[in-house]
């Protein structure tokens, strides 16, 4: 068992004094949010790590991120981690931990993948409060008139769970509440997360509490957060959640692990303060966006850096030579052998995630190949031919099993990248309508030939568009797997994108448009990893 350094020492090595800590325990703290507030700018870049559609094989995004930061560091340049927290939902159901492998993850592990902090806990409970406020309100006269059936406040639960994706609430007659159809969300993806992920100080969390609409009354107008005068009882709730973690790398490199994941069903990127928090305290900051380059990094660029004035100077395309062979068609099982004509067919998944960074969002793209020994050099010579037309080049890294010295040439080659920083850019301008910014996401980052909306989706974007949100960007929900709706593999062109719904996020600031049969509460998989966890002598045993 690997023992961290005193988070202390960790935090003095940043220039975080220990009255600035307030410590769970001797490996992880929270950092004072005023202390924070009180440091001066610095000039420091801010590098995003992305990746092409993720596959069985597996990419390593989080691994890639933390070996970068390890090899930064070991050439002696300043650098820090900005990184999303894991849900629990994956970490029992299929998908396991997400705090990276080998000898390129975070510590303590354990802790980040389970309870952590408490702040997954404390977005559930203002969540839940929320809408147990909104039904109180209701079962007590109503006085704000509102339509039951328009309340858009869903429960939240952070574990997987499919029996609660459609629910009815208060059975057993009129003292139990009014009987209502609604639902929960994983945590990860409820708005009161991306709203305190998005927030810049207590006051602009507080703002955005109150901001939330919590249905409609019966004469069309909204009520919000503020009406049932909630945003004060949620903001007690979440204020020590809104202060950044910090924690550590297995070598020693500071992390500020902060904000919840699953950029396809949610904007999926870590906190704001946690990355200002990182860029105030290094010279670099590494941070990352979720599943591949279609879904996070378009929501980190046109919804956080377009609300924040964050922008990224360099984006890293994470992939795997097992991963391009996946896309070109060679089954999980076959993946280790040498397949040249797959891998070339597999990479126009990659070569349009690197196309889009670089031609509709103004980024300086490098391509890091996170290196397995199955990886044989007539493939990796390949990847870096395709690539060559692009202007951008492949570096393969050892990083899992070496560490930050596996990757300083990944380091170096970001280094020199960094020389000539993007020029970010959007996908869509913000006074065009929701349909259009739309139209513009499917056909410029989904190469889709269309979008096509429900009845009641569109219903709901022309409602949304009449009370004034039409400004707003979007957040489409997707598979994670696919440029389409569907799973299509490779690069897939002229295939529709079906809107399913449309959801306010007034909040954090955004329009949720759910594509296809897309869920925001996952489903456990026949065979759960939660069946093999277990504690032994007081140890964790069968996390993955």
């Given at each position: 068992m690997t023992?961290?350094?005193?988070i202390a020492?960790?935090?003095?090595?940043i220039?975080i004094?220990d009255e600035?800590?307030l410590?769970y325990g001797?490996?992880?703290a929270?950092?004072d949010?005023d202390w924070l507030?009180?440091?001066?700018?610095?000039?420091?870049?801010l590098?995003?790590?992305?990746?092409?559609s993720p596959?069985?094989?597996g990419e390593?995004k989080?691994?890639?991120?933390?070996?970068?930061a390890?090899?930064l560091?070991?050439?002696?340049?300043e650098?820090v981690?900005?990184?999303?927290?894991?849900?629990?939902g994956p970490v029992?159901g299929?998908?396991?931990?997400?705090?990276?492998?080998?000898r390129a993850?975070?510590?303590?592990?354990?802790?980040?993948n389970?309870h952590?902090?408490?702040?997954?806990?404390a977005?559930a409970?203002?969540?839940?409060?929320l809408?147990a406020l909104?039904d109180?309100?209701?079962?007590h006269g109503?006085a704000?008139?509102i339509?039951?059936?328009?309340?858009e406040?869903r429960r939240?639960i952070?574990v997987?769970?499919?029996?609660?994706r459609h629910?009815?609430t208060?059975l057993?007659g009129?003292s139990?509440?009014?009987?209502?159809?609604?639902?929960f969300?994983?945590t990860?993806?409820?708005?009161i997360?991306?709203?305190?992920c998005?927030?810049e100080s207590?006051?602009?969390?507080r703002?955005r509490?109150s901001r939330?609409?919590v249905g409609?009354?019966?004469d069309?107008g909204?009520?919000t957060?503020?009406?049932l005068?909630?945003?004060?009882?949620?903001?007690?709730?979440?204020?020590?959640?809104?202060?950044p973690?910090?924690?550590?790398?297995l070598?020693?490199t500071?992390?500020?692990v902060?904000g919840?994941?699953f950029a396809?069903?949610?904007?999926?990127?870590?906190?704001?303060?946690?990355t200002?928090a990182a860029?105030a305290?290094?010279?670099?900051?590494?941070?990352?966006a979720g599943?591949?380059?279609?879904?996070?990094?378009?929501?980190f660029?046109?919804?956080l850096?377009r609300?924040?004035?964050?922008?990224?100077?360099l984006?890293v395309?994470?992939?795997?030579?097992?991963?391009l062979k996946?896309?070109?068609?060679?089954?999980?099982?076959?993946v280790a052998?040498?397949?040249v004509?797959?891998?070339r067919?597999?990479?126009?998944?990659l070569?349009?995630?690197?196309?889009?960074?670089?031609d509709?969002?103004?980024?300086n793209?490098?391509?890091?190949l996170?290196a397995f020994?199955?990886?044989?050099?007539?493939?990796l010579q390949?990847?870096?031919?395709l690539?060559e037309p692009?202007?951008?080049?492949a570096?393969?890294?050892t990083h899992f099993t070496d560490?930050g010295?596996?990757s300083i040439?990944l380091a170096?080659?970001?280094l020199?990248?960094?020389e000539?920083p993007?020029e970010t850019?959007?996908c869509y301008?913000e006074d065009?309508?929701?349909?259009e910014?739309?139209?513009?996401v499917?056909?410029r980052v989904?190469?889709?030939?269309?979008?096509?909306?429900s009845?009641?989706?569109?219903?709901k974007l022309?409602?949304?568009e009449?009370?004034?949100y039409g400004?707003?960007?979007?957040c489409?929900a997707?598979?994670?797997y696919?440029?389409a709706?569907?799973?299509l593999?490779g690069?897939?062109s002229?295939h529709?994108?079906?809107?399913?719904?449309v959801?306010?996020?007034?909040g954090?600031?955004?329009?949720?448009?759910?594509a296809g049969?897309?869920?925001?509460m996952p489903?456990?998989?026949?065979q759960p990893?939660?069946?093999?966890?277990?504690?032994?002598d007081?140890?964790?045993?069968?996390l993955?």
């Open positions: 023992h961290p350094q005193p020492d960790i935090a003095r090595s220039g004094p600035a800590l410590r001797h490996d992880k929270k950092v949010l507030a009180s440091l001066p700018p610095r000039r420091t870049r590098v995003l790590v992305t990746a092409m596959t069985p094989a390593g989080t691994t890639t991120s933390i070996g970068l390890d090899g560091r070991a050439l002696g340049e650098a981690l900005a990184l999303r927290e894991p849900s629990m029992f299929m998908k396991g931990g997400a705090t990276g492998g080998g993850r975070l510590l303590p592990e354990d802790d980040i389970l952590f902090t408490g702040d997954f806990a977005i409970a203002a969540n839940n409060l809408a909104v109180n309100h209701i079962h109503n704000l008139d339509d039951p059936r328009s309340i406040i939240a952070d997987n769970d499919r029996s609660l629910i009815v208060s057993g009129r139990n509440g009014v009987l209502a159809e609604t639902g969300d994983i990860a993806a409820s708005q997360m991306a709203v305190l998005l927030a207590r006051d602009d969390l703002e509490l939330i609409v409609e009354r019966y069309g909204e009520v957060a503020a009406e005068s909630a945003a004060g009882a949620l903001t007690a709730i979440l204020k020590d959640a809104l202060a973690n910090l924690v550590q790398t070598e020693g500071p992390a500020f902060h919840g994941p396809n069903i949610a904007h999926g990127c870590n906190s704001v303060l946690a200002r860029l305290t290094g010279t670099i900051t590494i941070t990352e599943f591949g380059a279609d879904l996070g990094a378009e929501k660029i046109d919804i850096c609300q924040s004035g964050l922008r990224p100077d984006s395309v994470v992939a795997t030579v097992r991963a996946y896309h070109g068609g060679v089954p999980v099982r076959d052998a040498e397949n004509e797959a891998l067919a597999g990479a126009s998944n070569l349009r995630h690197v196309e889009n960074l670089k509709v969002f103004g980024q793209v490098l391509v890091a996170n020994d199955t990886d044989t050099p007539a493939e390949a990847v870096a031919d690539l692009l202007g951008v080049r570096v393969t890294s560490g010295a596996g040439d170096r080659a970001v020199a990248d960094l000539k993007s850019t959007f301008p065009v309508s929701l349909a910014k739309a139209h513009l499917a056909t989904y190469r889709a030939g269309a979008v096509s909306w009845k009641g989706a569109r219903r022309r409602g949304l009449e009370r004034g400004r707003l960007p979007i489409i997707k598979s994670p696919s440029f709706a569907e799973k593999m690069a897939p002229g529709t994108l079906p809107i399913t719904d959801r306010l996020s007034a954090a600031g955004f329009v949720v448009l759910i049969s897309v869920m925001t489903g456990l998989p026949a990893n939660a069946v093999d966890i277990d504690v032994a007081g140890v964790l045993t069968g993955q």
